[in-house]
């Protein structure tokens, strides 16, 4: 099949390897450069956490990112670049005046997934794991199976691994308009207008699909949102936290994931608004007072990056595979795009598939129990 895919975030990049794989021919498709420094993707911090989104996420969102967890590592190893992948666990803490909203969580969680290990630990047992956090809490929740993933290495690496797969990578091609029924893309290069004709068009263009100029506008997207969420990428070479730290708190809750080398991600704020512009210092001074109640090391850090940028959602927080025709809509990863990514893959490989056969039984996806294909034909 010739298929077209518009948009090289996360999505794009993962569903161009797969259906490579298969031995599709794909065209890609994105208004950025291969960097790809506009997604979302690049922007995000790369935490594998299932049970650390149960609170706030649908159980299907914390059971496709578990299922997820096992498919992750066959994934980064497929790829020839290295990328970070680490399975060393999270661990929740909160400070002594939040204690009454820790445990009613953690019981949630001792509730509901009962089947996954999970300890309570007392500052000795903190100290044991985190040696530098035992001085600062007593109560703390570690969870063995939570994971951790290099967002930005994987986004090279997949683009390293497209290049030698001679994959047709259009960069800097805005897409203006796509159509459903005869499968044509048009896009803009250098202020020329082109199209092309696909079997299938997979669009993968994240929070933008909700653009309604240029004749884009979509009903089936009409409830597409973006919410913003920013970071900061702290440079601490003094701090040595080895895993996802997730402070409880009953206003934000902040996390921090160790990069390599030095670097922390301290994130993320989760705010109803579309507004791309910079961290505001409401923000700023939220996750940095927070990042430094956790460890005082963070006093001493140095800023490198400050990131804002917008997650792509449904009104119900669900992702979607919408099928319309020739078309196929991968959307509404919100903040879960990396959780949950090999599943929706998968699920979308599938789909073309039954697609390209003609038997299109979309009763025997293989990942129905998680995520069903809306159809729109
Ligand atoms: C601050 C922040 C932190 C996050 N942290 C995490 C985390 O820890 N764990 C996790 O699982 N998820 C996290 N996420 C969510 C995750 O990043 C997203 O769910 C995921 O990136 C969505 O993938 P996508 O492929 O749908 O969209 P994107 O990754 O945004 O990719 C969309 C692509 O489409 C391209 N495009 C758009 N419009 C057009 C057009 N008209 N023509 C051509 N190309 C176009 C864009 O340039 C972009 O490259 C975070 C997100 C943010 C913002």
């Not at 939040?98 to 019981?107: A, E, I």
């Not at 080398?261 to 704020?269: D, M, Q, R």
């Not at 979308?348 to 025997?364: D, R």
């Amino acid at each position: 099949m010739n298929i077209v895919i518009v948009g090289a975030g996360l999505m794009g990049r993962l569903v161009a390897l797969d259906l490579h794989r298969k031995g599709h021919q794909i065209t890609l498709l994105d208004r950025d450069t291969k960097q790809g420094k506009q997604s979302s993707a690049y922007a995000a911090a790369g935490l594998l956490t299932p049970l650390g989104e149960a609170f706030k996420a649908e159980p299907n969102i914390v059971a496709m990112g578990l299922a997820a967890l096992q498919k992750w590592p066959a994934l980064v190893a497929s790829l020839d670049e290295p990328v970070f992948f680490q399975q060393q666990g999270a661990l929740m803490v909160c400070h002594e005046q939040d204690k009454g909203d820790f445990l009613r969580q953690q019981r949630y969680l001792q509730q509901h997934y009962a089947e996954h290990p999970m300890h309570t630990l007392d500052r000795a047992g903190i100290e044991a794991l985190e040696p530098e956090l035992g001085r600062s809490f007593n109560l703390g929740l570690y969870l063995p199976e939570e994971g951790q993933i290099g967002n930005r290495r994987l986004l090279i690496a997949l683009q390293k691994q497209l290049q030698r797969y001679g994959i047709n990578w259009l960069e800097q091609s805005d897409v203006t308009s796509l159509c459903a029924k005869s499968g044509q893309v048009s896009y803009q290069r250098q202020e020329q207008q082109y199209s092309i004709t696909a079997d299938i068009i997979i669009d993968c263009r994240g929070v933008n699909a909700a653009e309604t100029h240029n004749g884009l506008a979509n009903s089936s997207l009409s409830t597409l949102r973006g919410v913003r969420g920013e970071l900061f990428q702290l440079f601490a070479p003094e701090v040595n936290i080895s895993r996802p730290i997730r402070l409880m708190h009953p206003r934000y809750q902040l996390y921090i994931a160790p990069k390599s080398k030095g670097f922390y991600v301290v994130g993320a704020t989760e705010i109803e608004s579309e507004d791309k512009g910079p961290m505001t210092v409401r923000s700023a001074l939220e996750l940095l007072s927070a990042a430094y109640s956790v460890h005082p090391g963070f006093a001493e850090a140095q800023i490198r990056q400050h990131v804002s940028a917008l997650r792509p959602a449904f009104q119900d927080n669900q992702p979607k595979l919408i099928r319309n025709n020739k078309l196929i809509h991968v959307n509404g990863l919100f903040r879960h795009g990396f959780l949950i990514a090999p599943i929706i893959m998968e699920q979308t490989t599938a789909l073309v598939e039954a697609m390209a056969t003609s038997q299109i039984s979309l009763a025997t996806l293989p990942h129905n129990q998680f995520i069903q294909v809306q159809d729109c034909d």
